[in-house]
Nanobody, 117 residues
Framework: VQLQASGGGLVQAGGSMRVSCAAS????????MGWYRQAPGKQRELVAA???????NYSDSVKGRFTISRDNAKKLVYLQMNSLKPEDTALYYC????????????WGQGTEVTVSS
């Protein structure tokens, strides 16, 4: 599956933003989808994931503020980000893996999210 993220930009602290990831060339519904982020000078972090059965999990840093969702018919995965903080500033990547795989094997290019204070 090929992935392309979009929807990043500049937002003020406390605001909201939604980033999207479009999939192609694969059976999207069979993949676990995740959103990672990487801030300058920091390690890449898995912030949210959604399984093929729509179960979700979140990192502690975004729990209660971010929501991951998927639309299998449109082959899209979303990350709705609310109550944004300057520390959410990062390059956000979408990724995919089959349920049997432990690591994400398909990656999209990142979309930049900048939260101003």
């Amino acid at each position: 599956v090929q992935l392309q993220a979009s929807g990043g930009g500049l937002v003020q602290a406390g605001g909201s933003m939604r980033v999207s990831c479009a999939a192609s060339a694969g059976t999207f519904s069979r993949y676990v989808m995740g959103w990672y982020r990487q801030a300058p000078g920091k390690q890449r972090e898995l912030v949210a994931a959604i399984t093929t059965s729509y179960s979700t999990n979140y990192s502690d840093s975004v729990k209660g503020r971010f929501t991951i969702s998927r639309d299998n018919a449109k082959k899209l995965v979303y990350l709705q980000m609310n109550s944004l903080k300057p520390e959410d500033t990062a390059l956000y990547y979408c990724a995919a893996r089959r349920p049997s795989e432990r690591s994400y094997t398909n990656w999209g290019q990142g979309t930049e999210v900048t939260v101003s204070s």
